[in-house]
């Protein structure tokens, strides 16, 4: 059957992010969340009500430059533990990060091919995890419109023919 997961970060701001959990699994649903890091990871597991359908996979770093590859990866090793823990099998991967002004938090190759070529073989490189973990990437999609300006891979097209050249279903 098919359940719907809620953002901890977006709902019941008024309690603190640890008790939102709970309160979302009393109402039926899957709890997400992206910033798990300085997070008290025990109290938000010791309702077994609560089930973590999605976390963040990754901390820092750029899968669009080559210099920021070795920060990813490790940051996405840190992530896999946290989602052993949380018995949870979907990472969320984003080609970006904004800073709250809306511009790229980190380098993005100048040149299409090096972008291009760089983000294949980090996502090569996840798909082979995913499968040494048996779990999932899901990577989102912004588009350049408005607050999303400069944002790599920008067209769902582009996402998807890119997952279809890596092959694999996680």
């Given amino acids: 059957m098919f359940k719907l997961s809620i953002c901890t970060e977006l709902v019941y701001q008024d309690i603190p992010i640890e008790q939102r959990f709970a309160r979302i699994a009393q109402k039926g649903f899957l709890c997400e969340f992206w910033r798990w890091q300085g997070r008290d990871l025990d109290a938000i597991t010791a309702d077994p009500a609560v089930q973590i359908n999605g976390i963040l996979g990754y901390l820092g770093g750029s899968m669009v430059h080559p210099s920021g590859v070795d920060q990813f990866l ?3 090793e840190e992530a896999l533990s946290i989602a052993k823990k949380l018995n949870c099998k979907n ?6 990060e904004l800073t709250y002004e809306g511009k790229m938090a980190h380098d993005v190759a100048e ?8 983000l294949y073989k980090v ?7 995913a499968e040494k973990h048996d779990v999932y990437y899901h990577m989102e999609h912004l588009n350049r419109k408005i607050e999303h300006a400069g944002f790599p ?5 582009d996402g998807a023919r890119l997952l279809t050249e890596v092959g694999s279903d996680r």
């Fill in 153 to 157: 891979l920008p067209h769902v097209e």
């Fill in 123 to 129: 996502l090569c490189k996840l798909a082979e995890l």
């Fill in 91 to 96: 990472l969320f991967l984003a080609t970006g």
């Fill in 111 to 118: 040149h299409p091919a090096t972008m291009w070529i760089t």
């Fill in 74 to 76: 490790s940051g996405v």
